[in-house]
């Protein structure tokens, strides 16, 4: 026996229900429902409106996840949710979506709880789609809500969207590039500095923190030494004291890891003192670098005294 179509409203109802609870207009009609039944089902309480053009079944409360959706749905052809609202979508901010941030490419007004953001610079690369809600991408985010967080926020928002796998260093320098002229340009790419690869290669690093120390009047330390049956990349044999260079890739492997604690263990019980120098940290601040290390010689140089 052939299945017989479902009733209009029924099929209205189950969209809506996929939609996390809602539905425009443009969706009633493809489903050949027509203005006149929606005033009709908003005057008997069957729908309720939600946004211009934008409804939910009745007693059916929307998740966040409506409330995000139906304002992308009111926000006009092209309409995506972004910045609080998107980095809450794609997991890099724990406050809530509310007030709900949408952006698109036609002028809109505020409406209600929906804070409305015109850009012409959108294209393909910058749209995403997560949970069924149109989203800019994560890189477009990143750089939406760049100037309206602390720092200190921006790059935990970055460390987020690394630990959840959807860092991606050429698409955010690809929307840094596209949009010069963003205010969230300058301080994404101060926020970025941590993420791109290094200038320098390890010895190249280990050379340029040696001419640092001597240009600050230190003693010249010997560079990979052999003691206790590791190599130490920069080393005070005098003082027993050594300065690690350290690197992301350093620890790219969980055996690396391992051995990295064993390492300072066997170093410790032969008696030498140690501290860790990023890469990225003598980049971005060398003098204050060199002036911690020059602190922790005169320290223990007191202590062998």
């Not at 017989?4 to 493809?30: D, K």
């Not at 620890?251 to 860790?276: N, P």
């Amino acid at each position: 026996m052939e299945e017989q179509p479902l009733p209009r409203w029924l099929r209205a109802t189950e969209f809506a229900a996929e939609q996390h609870g809602a539905i425009s207009v443009g969706q009633l009609a493809a489903l050949r429902i027509g203005r006149a039944s929606i005033e009709k089902a908003l005057g008997s309480g069957r729908l309720r409106r939600l946004h211009h053009g934008v409804y939910a079944f009745s007693p059916v409360d929307l998740s966040l996840h409506g409330q995000c959706l139906a304002a992308v749905l009111g926000g006009g052809p092209g309409a995506l949710l972004s910045h609080y609202s998107a980095a809450w979508l794609w997991g890099l901010l724990s406050t809530g979506p509310v007030p709900v941030h949408v952006t698109g490419p036609h002028p809109r007004k505020h409406r209600g709880e929906i804070v409305v953001h015109r850009s012409r610079t959108l294209i393909d690369e910058d749209r995403g789609f997560e949970e069924l809600i149109p989203v800019t991408s994560v890189a477009r985010t990143q750089l939406d809500l760049a100037p309206l967080v602390r720092f200190s926020q921006l790059r935990r928002a970055l460390k987020r969207s690394e630990e959840l796998k959807l860092f991606d260093l050429p698409a955010v320098l690809s929307v840094l590039d596209r949009n010069k002229g963003h205010r969230g340009n300058k301080p994404l790419r101060r926020a970025l500095a941590l993420y791109e690869p290094p200038r320098f290669t390890r010895s190249q690093t280990e050379d340029y923190f040696v001419a640092l120390v001597e240009s600050a009047g230190l003693p010249r330390p010997a560079t990979n030494w052999v003691e206790a049956g590791h190599e130490i990349d920069v080393y005070w044999p005098e003082l027993r004291f050594g300065v690690e260079i350290d690197t992301f890739a350093t620890h790219g492997t969980h055996q690396s890891f391992e051995d990295d604690r064993v390492r300072r263990e066997d170093l410790k019980l032969a008696g030498i003192e140690m501290t860790q120098v990023t890469d990225k940290r003598l980049e971005r601040e060398p003098d204050r670098v060199v002036d911690r290390v020059a602190r922790l010689l005169e320290q223990r140089r007191r202590h062998l005294a």
